[in-house]
């Protein structure tokens, strides 16, 4: 039954002035410093399918002004939580998205789909938040660019090899392109467009 | 008898019935909503799905009911939702700032849905909540409709 749908919402957010301020805040540290693990626990109590720290991020980020993008196999109780909690409208079209929630990070779409913003206003670009298995610092591919002093190391487990491909030619698109967030279940890491990547 | 349960029951399942008893919780208060959850006897434990919050509307009108739409002017709105431990979810929607209303109305509302109490309360409460307002409505009616004045011009004499 349609209208039933609701019964599988679960909570969100149980102080949401202040929880979504810390969460912000986390996020703000993670796009400042890009490569940093930022830890952000079990906010949220969200589907499965959907990790605690991505729904965190985009309980946080999203509203009734940010189309969300889940892609087509996104389950219903997902899509149904986030559009409860966030009110944002879900799209199916990837260039109308500004967040896209990427549930599983070995099957990428094609990222350049994605609104890479125009050149008046760069800033209008989607941010894509990717959910992965692990992410390890200090080996892997190695992370240079603003905010980042000397270098940083990430391994990420759980993402699709091409991906970093594909972020180093979004970084070439600079001022356009998209940011990135890595999401484990707990932690997150941001990607920025600035960041530069050497595999 | 028979008759009266089949009709709340077939009621109690559609959106129109429950547009029906939305807007009853909606119009009723705070202290009424109270009292008629503690004389029900059930004590409904329940989780926040959204705690109450305060938020804006904009009302939106007609002229006449059926001229463009304009923007009437922002209301305060408060709103809830709980899920009830049967499962169901109730949301709550009134005007105005009172938090406990809303929570109380999100409440009757998930009770209401529930095949086991649903009918009773619809019955017990809901009914008698309905009639009252619709009572108030025609008195407050009857009073303005006394004091209604026709203004009219004399027909000029065209001849």
């Given at each position: 039954m349609q209208e039933n ?14 929880d979504?301020?810390?969460i ?5 540290l ?8 930022t830890?952000l ?8 399918a ?5 729904a965190?991020?985009?309980l946080t980020?999203?509203d009734?002004d940010t189309?969300l ?18 009110g944002s ?5 990837q260039?109308k998205?500004s967040?896209?929630v990427?549930l599983d990070g070995?099957d990428?779409p094609d990222l350049t789909l994605f609104?890479?913003?125009?050149l008046?206003y760069?800033d209008?670009?989607a ?8 992410i390890?610092?200090g080996?892997?591919v190695k992370l240079?660019?603003p ?7 990430i ?5 699709h090899?091409d991906f970093w491909?594909d972020?180093?030619q979004n970084?070439q ?8 967030i890595?999401?484990?279940p707990?932690?997150i890491?941001s990607?920025?467009r600035?960041?530069?990547?050497e595999v | ?5 089949s009709?709340i029951d077939?009621?109690c ?10 807007g ?5 208060n705070?202290?009424q909503?109270?009292q ?6 059930l004590a409904?434990?329940y989780?926040?799905?959204r705690s ?7 009302v939106?009108g007609r002229a006449g ?12 709105v408060t709103?809830?939702?709980?899920k009830?431990?049967e499962?169901?979810?109730?949301h709550?929607?009134?005007?105005g ?10 409440v009757f509302?998930?009770l209401l ?6 009918p009773?309360?619809?019955e017990s ?6 009639r009252e ?6 008195e407050?009616a009857?009073?303005?409709?006394a004091?209604?004045?026709n203004?009219?011009?004399m027909v000029?004499g065209?001849d």
């Amino acid at each position: 039954m349609q209208e039933n749908a609701l019964n599988t919402v679960t909570p969100g957010l149980k102080n949401p002035a202040q929880d979504n301020q810390r969460i912000f805040r986390a996020i703000l540290l993670t796009m400042s410093r890009p490569g940093t693990v930022t830890v952000l626990g079990n906010w949220a109590e969200p589907p499965t399918a959907l990790y605690p720290a991505t729904a965190a991020v985009c309980l946080t980020l999203a509203d009734m002004d940010t189309p969300l993008w889940i892609g087509k196999n996104g389950p219903q109780d997902v899509q149904t939580y986030l559009r409860f909690h966030c009110g944002s409208p879900m799209v199916r079209k990837q260039e109308k998205a500004s967040f896209a929630v990427i549930l599983d990070g070995t099957d990428l779409p094609d990222l350049t789909l994605f609104n890479q913003g125009d050149l008046e206003y760069p800033d209008r670009s989607a941010t894509v938040i990717i959910q992965v298995k692990t992410i390890e610092v200090g080996r892997g591919v190695k992370l240079t660019g603003p905010g980042i002093k000397n270098e940083m190391q990430i391994e990420v487990g759980g993402l699709h090899p091409d991906f970093w491909q594909d972020f180093r030619q979004n970084n070439q698109n600079f001022p356009l392109g998209l940011d990135v967030i890595l999401a484990t279940p707990t932690e997150i890491v941001s990607l920025p467009r600035t960041v530069q990547v050497e595999v | 008898m028979q008759q009266t349960i089949s009709i709340i029951d077939s009621m109690c399942h559609g959106t129109k019935s429950r547009k029906f008893w939305m807007g009853t919780l909606a119009r009723t208060n705070a202290k009424q909503l109270r009292q008629a959850l503690a004389n029900l006897d059930l004590a409904p434990e329940y989780d926040y799905l959204r705690s109450p919050e305060i938020g804006m509307t904009m009302v939106r009108g007609r002229a006449g009911g059926k001229g463009q739409q304009f923007n009437l002017g922002e209301m305060t709105v408060t709103r809830c939702s709980v899920k009830i431990q049967e499962g169901f979810v109730g949301h709550g929607y009134v005007a105005g700032r009172d938090k406990i209303h809303a929570e109380l109305a999100a409440v009757f509302d998930a009770l209401l849905q529930s095949p086991k109490h649903g009918p009773m309360i619809f019955e017990s409460v809901i009914d008698p909540l309905s009639r009252e307002q619709k009572e108030k409505r025609r008195e407050q009616a009857t009073k303005t409709a006394a004091t209604k004045v026709n203004f009219f011009t004399m027909v000029r004499g065209e001849d």
